[in-house]
Structures are given as C-alpha cells and as structure tokens.
C-alpha cells in the first residue's frame, strides 16, 4: 500500500512557465485535496474534490487548475508560475468527504525564479 | 473565513519536560483535529476529538476539545527528541468538506 504518491519531489520553475504537479492514492478514497504550506502559515486548502468528476475550489485557488478523471489521480496544474507561488505543496486524500481524517503525500517543493 | 490561531509559535524545550499548547477561534467548530508533521514529510493525524469536553490520550499525547467548542489543547509528557516537529490543529467547516490549520506550533527538543 503505498497510500499518496506525489511528484515531483522538488521543482525550479521560472516565472511564467506552466507544470503540473501529481498526486496519486491507491486507497480509493473519495475525497482528495491540495494545499500549500508557507512558513507561520500553516496550510491553506487550495481546491478539493469529493469524487471523480467534482472539484471545488479552497481558500487560495487562484493560478490552479485541477482536475478528477478518476479517483485515483488528482494534478494541479499551475498556469503560469509566479514567484509567489514558491511553497511546499501537499496532497491530501480521506475515505469521506468528511475530510476530517486526512492522509497525506511527502510534499513537492517548488521554487520559482 | 474561519481561522485556527495556534499559541505559541514555537518552543524550544529540554529533554524530559512537559509541554502544552493551544488553538482558539473565534468559530464555534464541532471536530477539533491535531496533526504532527515531521521534518520533511507530510502531517499525520495524532488525535480526533468530537465532543465539547471530551479529553482523549494518545501515549504521553493528551487533547483536550474545550467547552466552548472554540479551542483545543494539546499536552506532551515527559518530552523526547522524536517529539521534534511542528504540531498543527485543525477543523472541518460546517459542510464538512474542507479542513481549516492552524500556522502550527513548532517544537525542538534539546536531548
């Protein structure tokens, strides 16, 4: 069982560029999330989705896109990287759409330039 | 918005002592969660807590959901090394569809 998969690990991006960040979990949960995770911030819910085909966005969506084809895989897509976007991100993934008990993936580390 | 302020922001602490931090809001939340993230991996959930009042142990971890159902505590006895990391609180909005952290509480232990 490897439970959330993410990737890459780590990122250098310049300002401008697009990518896509992966996330994979293989304990058909329902619910998936991404958030982002900024010193003396905690971390802030960007979009959820509760099932495959249903995304919804979190507190600090703007410049993701994502997606739920299946409901395994949940990418978030940045659009054009900005320097603001340099953080670490986490995917999240819970057997409810009670998104209370939440596991989740090592991080990406992304860094734009 | 709802917003988990988490106190204090870090601690520097030595082998053996007790600790204890908290989390308040200015929302009522009816689940109050605390996750434990070690260095470079993602949090992992110590304790759930459903009930205003209800006090749960997890080892040398005890949480507290407190009687206003705007705070929580959270105390570690008898501190290890391996406690080091940062402990976030954490609660589901009303639909239950979206978790709202704490900035976390950060804490280093000195052997």
């Known amino acids: 069982n490897a439970g959330v998969t993410q990737t890459p690990k780590f990122q250098v991006l310049k300002t401008g560029q697009s990518m896509t960040l992966q996330c994979a979990q293989d304990?058909?949960?329902?619910?998936m999330s991404w958030y982002r995770q900024d010193p003396g911030m905690g971390l802030r819910l960007i979009h959820y989705?509760?099932?495959?085909?249903?995304?919804d966005q979190g507190e600090v969506p703007n410049g993701y896109n994502v997606s739920r084809s299946t409901t395994e895989d949940f990418p978030l897509r940045l659009l054009s990287a900005a320097p603001s976007q340099t953080s670490v991100y986490f995917c999240?993934?819970?057997?409810?759409?009670?998104?209370?008990?939440?596991?989740f993936g090592a991080g990406s580390r992304l860094t734009v330039l | 918005g709802q917003q988990l302020n988490q106190s204090p922001q870090s601690m520097f602490i030595q082998e053996g002592e007790d600790v204890s931090m908290n989390c308040t809001s200015s929302?009522?939340?009816?689940?109050w969660l605390w996750y434990k993230q070690d260095p470079g991996e993602g949090p992992v959930l110590l304790i759930a807590?459903?009930?205003?009042?209800e006090l749960t142990s997890n080892g040398r971890l005890t949480a507290q959901f407190g009687i206003t159902r705007k705070d929580s505590f959270l105390n570690i006895s008898a501190s290890i090394p391996s406690d080091v990391g940062i402990y976030f609180c954490?609660?589901?909005?009303?639909?239950?569809?979206?978790?709202?952290f704490g900035g976390g509480t950060r804490l280093m232990v000195k052997p």
């Open positions: 999240a993934s819970s057997y409810s759409p009670g998104a209370n008990v939440l596991t």
């Open positions: 304990m058909n949960h329902e619910y």
């Open positions: 989705s509760v099932g495959a085909g249903i995304t």
């Open positions: 929302s009522i939340f009816n689940t």
């Open positions: 807590l459903y009930k205003a009042g």
């Open positions: 954490a609660g589901p909005n009303n639909a239950g569809n979206m978790l709202t």
